[in-house]
């Protein structure tokens, strides 16, 4: 595998993220590269720097929910962006980049944590660089935040912050610790058949490297944690927990994360976890399930007259239509097919 040296250490030709080394697309024509990028983004220039080594970019991107993450491994370049309103993580496993928006130059090296852009026209220079890039909208990691800090402000507040571009460096062993946690979250995604199963989705990764990138961008958030315990709950609260109750079975066909359900009611996740556990002997994700296999029972056996497994299944929130089997045949006993047979039979 090739490799080359930027400033004494080795940029290798391997992706950050392996899973997506098979469905990389490799370009050794910087105007190739250029088009490409256009075509979703706006771009001003790029220019490839260095005429003695040809021009080399390998490059996947992997689709998680409401994010984007771009794995890459390319030559130097110099590249203008145009504003987006998309905002972007950037963090690199080798070599170095440096970024000037608003008038303000970051310096962008594997041992300085991360560096976050919100959207706004930007110009890069690069060396031999293997960088993962994350896209997301500001607002999903305001929500993320706003979820953390127990919903009491919303969201604006950290929206507002988030209109800033900041380059984060780690400066307590608790905030290291999470900078490591991302990048070993990120590690988790090299696993192409889970993927494939829908596995990413049912573990929650996009929700988790949102509340991840979150306590990164506000660390104040890890020393403002609300109390965990739900004794004694008032009985305002106690109302907030059965509105939620019936908000969730009510959308029992959309994707619900615990941070929405944080925002809904005002708990913090360590409460709602009690709070589940201590009514129904399970997590909230658990009973989520649960709710969306009884309804997906009742629709089996009473079905319309064009539905199938696979349309009820999707219709209660279930994507992968092979996960939904197992877990109802675990649940039930029987496989959805035969149920939805019984549901047809005349009495």
Not at 44 to 58: D, K, N, T, Y
Request: hydrophobic letters at 45%; proline letters at 6%.
């Amino acid at each position: 595998m090739e490799t080359h040296n930027q400033g004494g250490s080795a940029v290798s030709d391997h992706l950050p993220l392996v899973v997506l080394n098979d469905r990389a697309l490799v370009l050794t024509d910087a105007t190739a590269l250029a088009e490409r990028i256009h075509a979703a983004t706006p771009l001003r220039g790029l220019v490839r720097m260095g005429e003695r080594q040809g021009f080399f970019h390998r490059n996947a991107v992997l689709r998680l929910g409401g994010l984007s993450l771009s794995s890459s491994v390319h030559s130097p370049l110099v590249l203008e962006a145009e504003d987006t309103g998309c905002a972007m993580v950037a963090l690199a496993y080798a070599g170095s980049a440096q970024v000037t928006l608003q008038q303000q130059r970051f310096d962008l090296w594997p041992q300085q944590g991360l560096l976050y852009l919100p959207g706004a026209a930007f110009e890069a220079q690069t060396g031999f660089l293997q960088e993962v890039l994350i896209h997301l909208d500001p607002a999903q990691l305001a929500l993320s935040a706003a979820a953390i800090a127990g919903g009491a402000h919303g969201p604006r507040p950290f929206l507002r912050r988030l209109r800033q571009p900041r380059l984060v460096h780690p400066r307590s062993t608790l905030e290291q610790d999470l900078l490591t946690t991302l990048r070993r979250t990120l590690t988790t995604l090299d696993a192409p058949d889970l993927e494939a199963a829908g596995g990413f989705a049912a573990l929650g990764i996009e929700d988790l490297l949102l509340r991840l990138l979150a306590l990164l961008l506000f660390p104040e958030l890890l020393r403002a944690q609300p109390s965990s315990s739900p004794h004694p709950v008032p009985q305002p609260r106690e109302q907030a927990f059965t509105d939620l109750l019936e908000w969730m079975k009510a959308h029992l066909h959309t994707p619900i994360t615990l941070t929405q359900m944080e925002l809904r009611s005002a708990y913090s996740r360590r409460s709602l976890q009690i709070l589940f556990q201590e009514r129904f002997g399970c997590s909230p994700m658990q009973w989520l399930k649960a709710q969306r296999l009884e309804a997906a029972r009742q629709a089996l056996l009473h079905p319309e007259a064009d539905d199938t497994v696979a349309s009820i299944a999707r219709r209660h929130g279930f994507a992968d239509l092979s996960g939904f089997a197992m877990g109802f045949r675990r649940r039930y006993g029987l496989l959805p097919s035969g149920v939805l047979r019984l549901g047809r039979s005349p009495d």
